[in-house]
């Protein structure tokens, strides 16, 4: 996630199959996400490997304030 609170991409998944954390200002429009662990499998397979390319360029992360 944008914050580094999950290392894996399966963790961010489960996140939004669990329909997000709860905070005060989530939007109501938030709800769980009905996949299979099939479908959970093949998103995370399909993000992980049909979204990567060998001829993209690495790009460093930045130096980001604590």
């Known amino acids: 996630m944008h914050d580094g609170r999950f290392e894996t991409l399966r963790q961010v998944v489960?996140?939004?199959?669990?329909?997000?954390l709860y905070n005060a200002t989530i939007s109501v429009q938030?709800?769980?996400?009905?996949l299979s662990d099939?479908?959970?499998?093949?998103?995370?397979t399909f993000l992980e490997e049909?979204?990567?390319?060998?001829?993209y360029p690495k790009v460093a992360r930045?130096?980001?304030?604590?």
């Open 50 to 55: 049909g979204l990567t390319s060998s001829e």
């Open 38 to 44: 099939q479908e959970q499998e093949d998103l995370v």
């Open 14 to 20: 489960q996140l939004y199959v669990e329909g997000g």
């Open 30 to 34: 938030i709800s769980e996400l009905p």
């Open 62 to 66: 930045p130096d980001l304030p604590d």
